[in-house]
């Protein structure tokens, strides 16, 4: 199957500082992808799906503002957690779609501190 | 809105014995897919068997099948002759076939190999 990469596969960062987290589509192009948050024991929920060349459209409850999505080309979406705060800690997987099955990063996950 | 119903949370199976996993789901659309995922504990999501709601056919790959009941909307998997690296969270999944792609999960189920 295709391959998606997600880098980092773990990160900590303070408190009030910014994360990104990257997601590339190695042997495939990626017009959408998508960003989930995983809570442990649960199951994924959907933030936004970052669309190439445009806005990223965002789930209902989901800070635009805090968690900023970049697909600047079409193999590579960024998610951006701005001013962390221990809340955000978290798994958060990436996926892309190669049609007709979508393929998942390997996740990050993310401990403010 | 489409929704997807796993009502096992957990399931346990002696090791090289059959186990089936449920899925209900509703939805008012005709066409669509049914995936199911695993996540086993490095939590890299991955995909177990995928079925087009057009087809009749169940779908099968290699130990994994599929239950498909379209007319009660029911997506069962079933694990042969289980492994102990079959132990992991199964998802089931909805997508659409047109328009939005994202997909539906519901909530898992944990299964647990007995060796």
């Known amino acids: 199957g295709a391959v998606v990469s997600q880098h980092p596969s773990r990160v900590i960062c303070k408190s009030g500082t910014s994360v990104k987290i990257e997601c590339r589509s190695l042997?495939?192009?990626?017009?959408?992808m998508f960003w989930y948050r995983q809570f442990p024991k649960q199951s994924l929920m959907l933030m936004a799906t970052?669309?190439?060349?445009?806005?990223?459209?965002?789930e209902q409850g989901v800070e635009k503002d805090k968690f900023l999505i970049n697909h600047a080309s079409l193999t590579l979406s960024t998610l951006t957690v701005t001013s962390a705060h221990p809340e955000d800690s978290s798994f958060y997987i990436c996926?892309?779609?190669?049609?007709?099955?979508?393929?998942f990063g390997q996740g990050t996950r993310l401990t403010v501190v | 809105a489409q929704t997807v119903t796993q009502s096992q949370p957990e399931m346990s199976v002696q090791e090289a014995e059959t186990v089936t996993l449920s899925c209900t789901y509703d939805?008012?659309?005709?066409?669509?897919?049914l995936f199911w995922y695993k996540q086993p504990p490095s939590r890299q999501m991955i995909l177990v068997i995928r079925?087009?709601?057009?087809?009749?056919q169940n779908a099968t790959e290699n130990r994994f099948s599929v239950n498909f009941q379209k007319a009660a909307k029911s997506f069962s998997l079933k694990i042969s002759d289980s492994q102990l690296g079959d132990a992991a969270m199964y998802f089931c999944?909805?997508?659409?076939?047109?328009?939005?792609?994202?997909?539906?999960f519901g909530t898992g189920t944990r299964l647990t190999i007995i060796p």
């Open positions: 939805t008012s659309e005709s066409d669509y897919y």
């Open positions: 079925q087009e709601a057009y087809k009749q």
């Open positions: 999944a909805y997508r659409s076939y047109f328009g939005n792609e994202k997909l539906t």
């Open positions: 996926s892309a779609r190669d049609h007709p099955e979508a393929f």
């Open positions: 042997d495939f192009q990626a017009t959408t």
């Open positions: 970052s669309n190439e060349g445009s806005k990223a459209t965002y």
